[in-house]
């Protein structure tokens, strides 16, 4: 940069010198923390023990969680006004300062679940006046500071739940008025006395008292008009007091759960009493309890709004056809973790309305023939121990359109099995054992939109396999144990968009595969055995029919550690790819014309092979570029990147390597880099990168990630140093610096002289002859080789000892030769030397 005027380049320096070393943490680089796009912090988990200081003021959250930060300091969130959601959960926090969150006043959402705070203080929440969520789960507290919550005139929602609360306190409400979910779970709170809480009415909507041990329940004013759900799961205890002195007081409730209730039969029907049979309760939740479930069944049929009904894990073993005869208002009914065997044949018939039946995880050997009598569309059977499907199983149940059917030993398919289910939607089988389809699904042509056959034990597709699936837009065979997928598999599937191979044994896709896959959008072929011997092109590319596919996952094809090619024109016919993962595959080579094919590809995770040396053309047809993940692949430089003309790439990610050198070109060339990622690389700590030290520090665009692990691995006395901490100024031979030094000197000098000219003149005068002395001096030294080493002066009165001591001892033993006044000095000749500050 040319030197342009002494005022601009004095600026210019001080602007480079205040950057770099007054304020080091202004630059991009954070030690433990990555920032997002959308202005999001992400931290390492375990790696910070206090609060970071070097999140930039921009950000709006924090993602801080499993740290091991025990305190917050007022001044740790002072510089970040911008905050809407913090979160430090699994920390060890145990105290927060006074007023450390008195700029936050943006902030929304606070999660502090899992610290040891065992206090709320006064001043803890202050300044949060616009917070919405405060989660406090899962710490110690015992007492709240009556001002705690001063400052959360905005909080809809506190959770302090799994804490040693005792009592409930007007604390919670006071300040709180437009709190609607209050979660007290697992306390130790044994009462509750509505006048504790408050004396007027509440926005409350949520009130989570389950897991407290409850002996007392008193609610003697309608301070909950608003409230919908009551959550008293296993926090009742035996012989409870409950006194709801008017059963309006909870009319409004929408969702009970009683469930796991240690309450003598008794004191629980008292409970459901109160909600006054016409009341709007809706959502029952009767899990866990062995003790009169059948009376409590009959109680809560009456209510005549009910319609989701969990009876689940009471350990019943037979539904009887009278059990469930009142509930005739239920639209859903979960009778899931009993261990029921056995259905009468009319145990739904009066559930006119029903529409999900969840039988999950029971003893069921098949599917019981009362589902038949049903009108329902939704039916759970996963978990039971189903090992055949029978033909009339679902016979005539058209409204059916979702089945689950997982983890049943089932062993085979039957054709005609699905045949009635005109409107099956969605069909899960996964975890059984299925090794044969049996063409169930090439006849009778079927709405099903999604399949899961995931974790079964097919080897083979038969060509046309699902060739009546019509509709079908996804479908699921991850991990089976298919080996070859033979021509025409897919047949007919010609809305099919997402399709996932991931985990079988297919090491050859034959001519045809996927042909008739024309909306395919994405497909998982990771973690096969995909091989082929060599680069060269090959007859039949694998995705030529594939044009609307959007993400392609191939990764993880070499299960042995075998080293892999992909045939240059492997990619061909998939134009408008956009995300390719062939991560993990042992690649050693790639052929440049590899992305010919993919001209829109966008995201590209390449990390995990061999590809030591990357052509410097492979990148020239993916303009589009914007990720790019190269990690662990043994590169020994960037370079390549300078030819690819990467220009909308954002994120590059070539940790762990083998590079050294980052040249400066090879970053200017990527300028829409906001991410990057070099961790585990050994860098040459020495001026070969003091340019992209100092940009690491300096740029503002591109975050570094971790740029402070990283370490030098040359030269060897400063292998293992962390190369932010190499100092390569003196590397940086900058023009700023040279016009500062000028400028500077120029500065100095015209202020010394006007001062001296001023106050010194007459010194500087003398100073001016004096100099002239001695240039002449100098000038004339050699002319004139010196005769003396010394002039002594002495008073007559020394004589004696200068004569009889010091000259045999200097010009004697010492050799010098002295100039003495009445041995050397002729008249009218000066001594020599003359010296001013000679005493004389
Ligand atoms: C967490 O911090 C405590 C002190 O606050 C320390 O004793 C402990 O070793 C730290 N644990 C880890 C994993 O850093
Ligand atoms: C619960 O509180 C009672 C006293 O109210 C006390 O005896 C008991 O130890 C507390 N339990 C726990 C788990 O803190
Ligand atoms: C409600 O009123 C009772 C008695 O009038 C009083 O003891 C209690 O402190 C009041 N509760 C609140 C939260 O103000
Ligand atoms: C509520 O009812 C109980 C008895 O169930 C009674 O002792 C109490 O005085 C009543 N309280 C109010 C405020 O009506
Ligand atoms: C149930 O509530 C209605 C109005 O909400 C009321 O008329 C009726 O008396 C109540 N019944 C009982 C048993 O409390
Ligand atoms: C439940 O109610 C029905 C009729 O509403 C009655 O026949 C049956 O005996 C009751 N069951 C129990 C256990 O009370
Ligand atoms: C089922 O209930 C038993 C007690 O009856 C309890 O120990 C168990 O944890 C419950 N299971 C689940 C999954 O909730
Ligand atoms: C239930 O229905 C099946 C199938 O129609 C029938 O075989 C069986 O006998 C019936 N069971 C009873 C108890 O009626
Ligand atoms: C299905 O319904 C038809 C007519 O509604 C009836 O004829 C047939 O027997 C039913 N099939 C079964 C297996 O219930
Ligand atoms: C498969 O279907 C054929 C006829 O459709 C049948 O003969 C055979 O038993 C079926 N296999 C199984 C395992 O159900
Ligand atoms: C491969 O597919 C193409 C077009 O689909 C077809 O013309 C060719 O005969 C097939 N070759 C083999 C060996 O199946
Ligand atoms: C690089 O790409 C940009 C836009 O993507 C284009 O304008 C420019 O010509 C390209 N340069 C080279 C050398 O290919």
Not at 393 to 407: E, G, H, K, W
Request: a positive charge.
């Amino acid at each position: 940069m040319p030197c342009r005027g002494i005022r601009f380049c004095s600026f210019g320096i001080l602007y480079l010198f205040l950057n770099n070393f007054i304020f080091p943490t202004a630059s991009y680089t954070l030690k433990n923390c990555r920032v997002t796009q959308n202005r999001d912090a992400i931290c390492q988990k375990n790696s910070l023990n206090v609060f970071p200081k070097d999140i930039p003021e921009r950000v709006r959250s924090i993602e801080l969680s499993r740290n091991n930060i025990s305190t917050l300091y007022k001044t740790d969130l002072k510089n970040l006004p911008n905050l809407l959601r913090l979160d430090l959960t699994r920390n060890r926090i145990s105290k927060i300062e006074s007023s450390t969150f008195v700029v936050q006043i943006s902030l929304k959402v606070l999660t502090l679940n899992n610290n040891r705070l065992c206090k709320l203080q006064e001043g803890m929440f202050d300044g949060l006046v616009n917070l919405i969520e405060l989660y406090l789960t899962s710490n110690q507290i015992q007492t709240v500071a009556p001002a705690s919550f001063k400052s959360l005139s905005k909080l809809t929602i506190l959770d302090l739940g799994h804490n040693k609360l005792r009592h409930l306190t007007n604390v919670f409400l006071q300040h709180t008025p437009l709190l609607q979910n209050l979660y007290i779970p697992a306390n130790n709170i044994s009462t509750f006395n509505s006048w504790e809480l408050s004396n007027k009415s509440t926005e409350l909507v949520t009130l989570d008292l389950s897991q407290n041990e409850l002996m007392y329940f008193r609610l003697t004013a309608g301070i909950f008009p608003k409230l919908k759900r009551l959550f008293l799961e296993d926090g009742i205890k035996n012989g409870i007091v409950w006194e709801v002195n008017d059963t309006s007081y909870l009319r409004n409730v929408v969702r009970l759960d009683v469930s796991g209730v240690r309450s003598s039969l008794h004191g629980l029907q008292e409970v459901l009493k109160t909600f006054n049979s016409s009341s709007s309760l809706r959502h029952l939740q009767l899990n866990q309890i062995n003790n009169g479930l059948r009376d409590l069944i009959n109680i809560s049929c009456k209510f005549s709004k009910l319609s989701y009904f969990e009876i689940r894990n009471n350990s019943i073993k037979v539904i009887r056809s009278d059990l469930l005869h009142d509930c005739t208002y239920l639209k859903l009914l979960n009778l899931g973790m009993n261990e029921i065997t056995e259905i009468s044949n009319n145990s739904f018939q009066s559930l006119r309305l029903l529409n999900t039946l969840i039988l999950k995880s029971n003893c069921l050997t098949s599917v019981p023939y009362a589902v038949r009598k049903t009108q329902i569309s939704k039916l759970d059977l996963s978990h039971n121990k189903i090992n055949i499907l029978g033909c009339d199983d679902f016979a005539n149940m058209t409204r059916l359109s979702v089945i689950y059917l997982s983890n049943n030993p089932l062993l085979a398919l039957k054709d005609c099995v699905f045949k009635d289910l005109v409107n099956l939607n969605r069909l899960k089988l996964q975890n059984s054992s299925i090794h044969q389809l049996n063409g169930t699904f090439k006849k009778n042509k079927q709405n099903l939109k999604t399949l899961s056959l995931i974790n079964n034990k097919l080897t083979v597709l038969d060509h046309g396999e699902f060739e009546a699936l019509k509709s079908l837009q996804t479908l699921s065979l991850k991990g089976n144990k298919l080996k070859q997928l033979k021509d025409r598999t897919f047949f007919g599937l010609s809305r099919l968009t997402h399709l996932n191979l991931e985990s079988n044994k297919i090491s050859e896709i034959t001519n045809g595969t996927f042909g008739d896959l024309k909306a395919l959008k994405t497909l998982n072929l990771k973690n096969n055995q995909i091989k082929y011997a060599s680069v060269e092109p090959i007859l039949y590319p694998p995705f030529a029919e594939l044009s609307q596919l959007d993400t392609l996952d191939i990764s993880g094809q070499s299960r042995s550690h075998k080293r892999l090619n992909f045939p240059q024109n492997f990619l061909q016919g998939l134009t408008n790819l956009s995300i390719l993962y062939i991560h993990g595959n042992h690649l050693t080579s790639m052929h440049p014309n590899t992305f010919n094919y993919t001209p829109n590809l966008n995201v590209l995770v390449m990390s995990d092979n061999f590809l030591t040396d990357i052509h410097n053309n492979l990148f020239s047809p993916t303009q589009k570029l914007k990720g790019l993940y190269i990690s662990m692949t043994m590169l020994r430089s960037l370079d390549f990147l300078l030819h690819a003309n990467l220009t909308e790439l954002e994120m590059l990610l070539v940790a762990y390597n083998t590079f050294s050198v980052i040249r400066e070109p090879v970053m200017l060339s990527l300028p829409a880099l906001t991410y990057l990622d070099m961790q585990g690389n050994g860098f040459t700590c020495n001026c070969d990168n003091a340019w992209f030290l100092q940009w690491v520090i300096t740029n503002e665009q591109t975050q570094v990630f971790a740029a402070y692990s990283y370490e030098c691995s040359y030269p060897p006395n400063l292998k293992g140093r962390k190369l932010l901490q190499v100092d390569v100024r003196s590397c940086i031979v900058d023009m700023d610096f040279i016009c500062y030094i000028s400028t500077a000197c120029t500065v100095i000098m015209t202020l010394a002289v006007s001062f001296t000219h001023h106050f010194l003149q007459w010194h500087l005068v003398y100073a001016y002859y004096l100099m002239l002395a001695f240039l002449y001096n100098s000038k004339n030294k050699d002319k004139r080789a010196h005769q003396y080493d010394a002039f002594v002066s002495y008073n007559a009165n020394d004589e004696g000892w200068v004569l009889g001591e010091l000259l045999p001892k200097l010009e004697d033993e010492q050799g010098w030769r002295l100039c003495l006044h009445h041995r050397d000095f002729q008249p009218g000749e000066e001594p020599y030397p003359e010296h001013p500050l000679h005493p004389h």
